[in-house]
């Protein structure tokens, strides 16, 4: 057993035989001088040199260091156990005791050892006259299948036409005659030649499969590492919405119990009034019952006129405003959740381009799951959908010029000359083509490049000259105004001034139709509520523009929006 085991580790990994003039590469494996030299042969022109048993690449062809201690290895399990003595065969002679055959000759069919091998080429010549070294091969017992099985002659030549090994008797008198015949050697060296060949290429293939696969495990390794890094960014993108949700929690709460205190406040102030106009209504009801029991006409037609003492109007401004201060601010409400988009706009940012204008980028390689949560929020707050609202140029003054787009109202000093009609203005203002009878919707104005405007609404049948055309001059109309670096909003003659250190560069415009409410709001950060108008609205409504220097450019067009139930 420790015979083998030597023996197994004295074995080239590349002939599968016992090392003949062993060197080592600098890997330290150990190679027979003529396999390795074959082996760098084939990787010439590979452009690299790698070694059979670990694949260590060089670039240059390496230099093959003789191993001297191996050799000296090999030579003493040589000199110990011969290759005679391993392959178990005898010679045929030595009868007395078995002693290791060195030779078999193919002639006698005999396995000799060095002694009678001597006396079987020298002794011997007549009877060994034919003889040669081609007789003599390594000791084998398969003797039979180095002669021909026709002539028992020995097999010395090649027939390339039939691929098969053939005697002199079969070259000369056989049926190869005047076949194309070679000597077996230069036969076998030819074939030999063939081998490296494949051997050459086949290790080529190898390599270039070995590269490939070096190749993959480089891109899975950049593919893991690209995954690493997306992980890390959604995980970190996911943290920071967590945080920002949080957030918008704290400032939509707030707002609604800022809000909810202001209504309450409202309330409690309205009650107090409507509890002194009670007791004053009390009073007038006893006196007019007085009145009613005196029997003397003269008294009774003396006293003062009582028809104020039931004034309608004041009772249904005191409704107006219970109303108007019983409701929640939705659309500042909704205005601070417009946040949550913005924070998805913000994951849209790293996954897929989308504009909320009237354009729509769809990116092919968008998800649906992120178009979800937006669809989600979209109906957790409101329904919204953008529509194009362009201004009426047949309404527009002559000192109005109006964008190619209907979107840009100028004042101009260059007399425009429109035809007369009765729906045009004779002041700098114009009102919207499109008319608002329904529902729930905002907009926006840019006013930044203006030094006086007039943002509001108004119903159709506002006067178009006249003292009380303007918007919000009138009974007709409501808007918000910047005039001699002065903000305020005016309904019907009445201006309500606003504080001078508001930011207002953009006006948003709120209309619930059926709760007869007009908000104004300044897009400021944070967005600042500047008024609401609430009236019951008998007409329908139209967005209405006075310029009064500079322009002022409706922004993107009409949002419609609905109420969670």
Known sequence: MASADMRQELVCSICLSIYTDPVTLRCGHNFCRVCIDRVLDTQEGAGAYTCPECRAECQERPALQRNITLCNIVESFLSTRPDQEETGIFCTYCVDSPVPAAKSCLLCEASLCDKHLRLHHTCLPSRNASH?????????????????????????????????????????????????????????????????????????????????????????????????????????????????????????????????????????????????????????????????????????????????????????????????????????????????????????????????????????????????????????????????????????????????????????????????????????????????????????????????????????????????LHIGFNNKSWCVCRYNNQYSVIHDNIVIQLPDNIPCDRVRVYLDYEAGQISFYSLCDPIRHLHTYTAALTEPLHAALWVGGGCITICGGVRSWEKLP
Request: with cysteine; charged share 30%.
């Open 132 to 468: 040669q070294s081609t007789s003599y091969v390594n000791p084998t017992t398969a003797l039979g299948n180095r002669k021909c099985s026709v002539h028992k002659k020995i097999l010395e030549y090649y027939c390339t036409e039939d691929s098969v090994c053939i005697c002199v008797s079969c070259r000369l008198d056989g049926e190869h005659r005047g076949h194309l015949v070679e000597m077996l050697d230069e036969a076998s060296e030819k074939k030999e030649e063939k081998l490296r060949n494949v051997l050459q290429k086949l290790t080529r293939k190898r390599a270039e499969a070995e590269k490939r696969v070096q190749s993959l495990q480089e891109s899975r390794r950049e593919d893991q590492e690209i995954a690493a890094g997306v992980i890390e960014t959604v995980t970190a993108l996911f943290r920071d919405i967590r945080r920002q949700l949080e957030d918008l929690e704290k400032r939509v709460l707030s707002e609604i119990s800022r809000q909810e205190q202001r209504v309450s406040l409202s309330v409690s102030d309205l009650f107090q009034q409507l509890e002194i106009k009670k007791d004053e209504l009390s009073g007038k009801m006893r006196h007019i019952e007085e009145l009613c029991n005196v029997s003397d006409p003269v008294t009774v037609l003396q006293e003062p006129d009582t028809g104020d003492l039931c004034d309608t109007e004041d009772t249904e401004r005191h409704d107006t405003q219970v109303r108007g201060a019983g409701d929640l601010d939705v659309g500042l409400i909704s205005e601070t959740l417009h946040t949550l988009s913005d924070i998805i706009t913000g994951i849209n940012t790293g996954i897929y381009v989308q504009e909320d204008t009237d354009i729509l980028l769809d990116v092919a390689t968008a998800g649906d799951t992120e178009s979800d949560i937006m669809t989600g929020i979209n109906i957790g707050i409101y329904v919204q959908e953008a529509t194009a609202l362009l201004l009426d140029v047949t309404t527009a003054s002559n000192n109005i010029q109006i964008s190619g787009d209907r979107k840009t109202a100028s004042r101009s000093r260059i007399i425009q000359n429109h035809p007369v009609t009765p729906e045009r203005f004779q002041c700098d203002q114009v009102i919207s083509s499109r008319r608002f009878s329904s529902g729930r919707h905002y907009w926006e104005v840019d006013v930044s490049k203006s030094v006086g405007w007039m943002v509001g609404m108004c119903y159709p049948s506002i006067d178009r000259r006249g003292d009380q």
